[in-house]
């Protein structure tokens, strides 16, 4: 066997250390997390005018949420920002706060409050989208509930992480069509998208489950306008209404029943807004048996595992935690972004569509033929809390008024369910 000369022996050493060197830098760069990376979501509400309370309130809710993607490092190595931008509630508003969101360079958009808001967003990112491929932002709906924004207006660009006014009053009016003392119902609504859908819908489902039922009054009045609701109220009182059906939100759900409870009407209200702010403080124990709330989530939920993180957004923000779905859209987000791997508009809606994930209420899952979210929903009953000698199930005081929510029933998704007439039109994957 030849021996290497000294020349040659050097070299192979070389040689052989050079190749362990990149060897161990491939392992190194593997093994390094990729550098963490603020992505900002521009946070486009009402934060001036009647519907600032609201606006403000879900803008601490949307950044305790942030707060808690970042400490469990949830998006991986994403780190979410809120930027918060006032639309004023309204859609040449929201036109203004979206041109700001792009001029900043920001690319994920939230917005909730109305539905007319929400479908000037929706068009207008789905324009900007088209003109500025590569650019593309993404909007993500906590909140606006017009059925049209997930059917004949849908777009790829647009997730709604509420159960939209179709499935809501699809599952209210099953649980009224089991009550046979309801023979005389009121409506009264805002008057725009949401409200208006809100009307048709009470109409058409009672007819289909409970002929039976009259509607003796149909009210749509101005969004944020009516600073005394009296005269309504008197027209309710009028009509023999057993039942009242409102969508009503924000000052004008509070000012509604603030008048209701100052006029004596002897009616139940089914609301989809009743344990949200302002509304429990307005009505206080009058509502007691007497006003019923549908939503995705209530503080006295049985097994509940919500209640430590609600105490300590109460603790810190000095109001009651009520937006459940903005921690599901934050936590959903944040997987879509791990998952991807990426702060990419494109990548995080497809891993969004179709996505489930299991949250304090069951199994919830994002829709891909319609990016409709498909969640279980609550009925509960305004009752005086355990602790003011009421209801020994109802633990929680909403805004100190001395009453909470007991749950009456629970809904699986499938209950509100609806067909789709959503045609998405998509991009081509990245």
């Excluded at 950044?63 to 469990?72: G, I, L, P, S």
């Excluded at 489902?205 to 409970?210: D, N, Q, S, T």
């Excluded at 307005?282 to 007691?288: C, F, N």
């Excluded at 019923?292 to 209640?307: F, I, R």
Aim: hydrophobic letters at 40%.
């Amino acid at each position: 066997m030849h021996r290497l000369v000294p020349p040659l022996r050097a070299l192979l050493r070389l040689t052989r250390a050079l190749a362990t060197l990149a060897a161990t830098a491939a392992l190194a760069s593997l093994a390094v997390p990729v550098q963490a990376q603020t992505v900002r979501i521009a946070y486009t509400d009402p934060l001036s005018g009647p519907f600032a309370n609201i606006g403000k309130n879900g803008l601490s809710q949307f950044q305790y949420a942030a707060e808690r993607v970042n400490t469990t490092k949830a998006a991986g190595p994403f780190r979410l920002e809120l930027m918060e931008i006032d639309n004023k509630g309204t859609p040449s508003g929201s036109l203004d706060a979206l041109k700001r969101a792009i001029d900043s360079g920001v690319r994920i958009v939230v917005q909730g409050n109305g539905s007319g808001a929400g479908m000037a967003i929706m068009d207008a990112i789905s324009k900007h989208n088209e003109r500025n491929p590569g650019q593309e932002l993404i909007y993500l709906n906590y909140s606006a509930q017009d059925p049209a924004m997930t059917n004949e207006k849908c777009s790829f660009w647009h997730f709604r992480f509420e159960a939209n006014s179709d499935m809501k009053m699809e599952i209210l009016t099953s649980f009224m069509a089991k009550d046979p003392k309801i023979r005389n119902v009121y409506l009264i609504n805002q008057n725009y998208a949401f409200g208006q859908q809100v009307t048709r819908a009470a109409k058409e489902y009672l007819a289909r489950k409970r002929p039976d039922i009259r509607v003796v009054g149909d009210d749509l009045h101005p969004l944020g306008q009516v600073k005394d609701f009296a005269p309504y109220v008197a027209k309710i009182k009028a009509s023999g209404a057993d039942t009242v059906i409102t969508a009503n939100w924000g000052q004008d759900l509070s000012l509604l029943m603030r008048a209701a409870r100052e006029s004596g009407v002897d009616a139940t209200f089914y609301t989809l807004g009743g344990g949200y702010w302002g509304a429990p403080t307005a009505i206080g124990e009058a509502g007691v048996g007497k006003m019923k709330w549908l939503a995705e989530w209530m503080h006295d939920l049985p097994g509940v595992k919500t209640a430590p993180y609600a105490a300590g957004f109460r603790d810190k923000h000095g109001a009651d935690y009520a937006l459940f779905r903005v921690d599901v859209l934050m936590s959903m987000l944040a997987e879509a972004m791990k998952r991807s791997n990426s702060a990419d508009p494109v990548k995080i809606a497809f891993a969004l569509e179709g996505m489930k994930m299991t949250v304090d209420t069951g199994e919830v899952e994002m829709r891909a033929t319609d990016h409709q979210i498909q969640v279980p929903m609550f009925i509960g009953t305004m009752a005086k809390v355990a602790a003011k000698g009421g209801d020994k199930a109802v633990r929680y005081d909403l805004e100190g008024a001395g009453v909470g929510f007991r749950n009456d029933v629970r809904f699986e998704p499938w209950v509100g369910t609806q067909p789709t007439s959503c045609q998405m039109q998509r991009p081509a994957r990245r």
